[in-house]
């Protein structure tokens, strides 16, 4: 007779974004016709571009020919793009990452979920809050956040470090120690990014306290502003402290081609001595048979003067959505955060209203779907998240479906 792992029964409720989609598609069996227009989930709709294209074609030629074919990836990643992303992510930012401390991945969500597994049960972790759902529940699965309140929202064992318009959306130093701290900046859900002299405050903390930062980028592209870091490593004594998890999807729209990867540096050990490195190759050479070639190719070719040129034009397409998004709802009245750095717009809800009340005034009255704030943790009650992904056209429609309700 088999059981289950008892821990996956303590998640709570569905996953977010299929308890939104559930909810929206209630609303439109109601009220067949209706043109929703979604800004709620984080997916592009830009196509790939040319430069992509052509490299996959290229890719899926070349396993015509028995010379072309490729079986298994090495687990780690090609050679031709490991390097790649050590030349453009991190040298040229000044930071001393060697290709072979990149491991390359099918994204950040499975890197982000995965990680965890190299740490002990004990561990205590720290989150952002609100934060991306995927940190909190791979660590409910893996039996490490100890009950949930309803009362409050919070799971015992987990160390919230709230980031709200009161604090700038920055958090301050906790007051008990976390093993594992997350950090995602640019920020998903918030849409606001660290700058380097907070990041580095969070460095100096892990390093003085030997915790382990777990720092997702996989909004980097959208930075804007000088004094916001591309990577965890621009700040000093980084590699001693911290995992860099980054991503395809939002830079080049590879959410459903899938391509991302993770930095273990080397020099990464626990108190006790012992590398997360030889870790992270032990458990991605396990369970990991490395990204597609067609894929990692495709990866590749992002990196070619025409490659960024392109993910660049996709970049600005977004966040001149932000723009509008911005500028039109603080024009409304609204207060609102983010869209800076980040494809995303965190604004208050009006009247006090809670964030499921505002997500379906918004579908009701506007039939545009956005993402309640409190979804992504307590600090995120009264805040909803708006996306900049949207066609241009559908953007301004949202808006002014918004401006008259
Ligand atoms: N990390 C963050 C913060 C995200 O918001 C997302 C997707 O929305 C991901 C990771 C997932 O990235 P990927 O598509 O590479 O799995």
Redesign the pocket.
């Known amino acids: 007779m088999f059981t289950v792992n008892k821990d996956y029964l303590s998640l709570r409720g569905s996953y977010l974004f299929a308890e939104i989609s559930g909810k929206v598609n209630e609303y439109k069996a109601e009220n067949p016709g209706r043109e929703i227009i979604s800004l709620g989930i984080?997916d592009v709709t830009r196509p790939l571009t040319p430069t992509v294209i052509n490299a996959l074609h290229e890719a899926v030629e070349s396993q015509k020919t028995p010379e072309g074919f490729k079986g298994y990836a090495p687990d780690l990643g090609y050679d031709f793009l490991r390097k790649a992303i050590a030349e453009n992510d991190y040298l040229r930012y000044g930071c001393d990452i060697e290709s072979d401390e990149i491991f390359v991945s099918d994204?950040?969500?499975?890197d982000?979920g995965n990680i965890q597994e190299i740490f002990g049960r004990d561990n205590i972790i720290a989150v952002c809050d609100p934060v991306?759902p995927?940190y909190v529940d791979s660590n409910v699965m893996a039996g490490r956040t100890g009950s949930f309140d309803e009362s409050t929202g919070k799971w015992s064992d987990i160390i919230y470090l709230p980031c709200t318009a009161e604090n700038g959306f920055s958090p301050g130093l906790p007051s008990k120690t976390p093993d594992i701290i997350y950090i995602?900046s640019p920020n998903?859900p918030t849409g606001t990014a660290m700058n380097r002299e907070e990041l580095q405050k969070w460095v100096d903390y892990a390093n003085e306290n030997h915790s382990v930062i777990i720092y997702?980028a996989?909004?980097e592209a959208y930075i804007t502003e000088k004094d916001i870091p591309h990577s965890i490593y621009e700040c000093r004594g980084a590699k001693n402290a911290a995992i860099e998890?980054r991503?395809?999807?939002?830079n080049a729209g590879?959410?459903g081609v899938?391509l991302?990867f993770t930095v273990v540096p080397k020099a990464l050990k626990s108190a006790d001595g012992i590398y997360l490195y030889d870790l992270w190759k032990r458990r991605h050479g396990t369970k990991f048979n490395g990204a597609p070639y067609i894929q990692q190719r495709a990866g590749y070719a992002v990196y070619s003067k025409e490659g960024q040129k392109e993910i660049r034009e996709n970049v600005a397409y977004y966040m001149e959505n932000a723009r509008l998004i911005r500028e039109g709802l603080v024009k409304m009245g609204y207060e609102v955060y983010g869209g800076i750095n980040a494809p995303y717009i965190w604004l208050k809800t009006p009247d006090a209203m809670t964030s499921w009340e505002f997500f379906e005034k918004l579908l009701k009255n506007a039939n545009v779907v956005g993402t309640p704030g409190s979804g992504f943790g307590p600090s995120g009650e009264h805040y909803f998240r708006l996306t900049a992904f949207g066609k241009h056209d559908d953007t301004k429609e949202a808006l002014r479906r918004i401006g008259k309700m």
């Open positions: 984080g994204g950040a969500k499975s982000s991306y995927v995602c998903n997702d996989a909004y998890i991503s395809f999807s939002k590879f959410t899938r991302g």
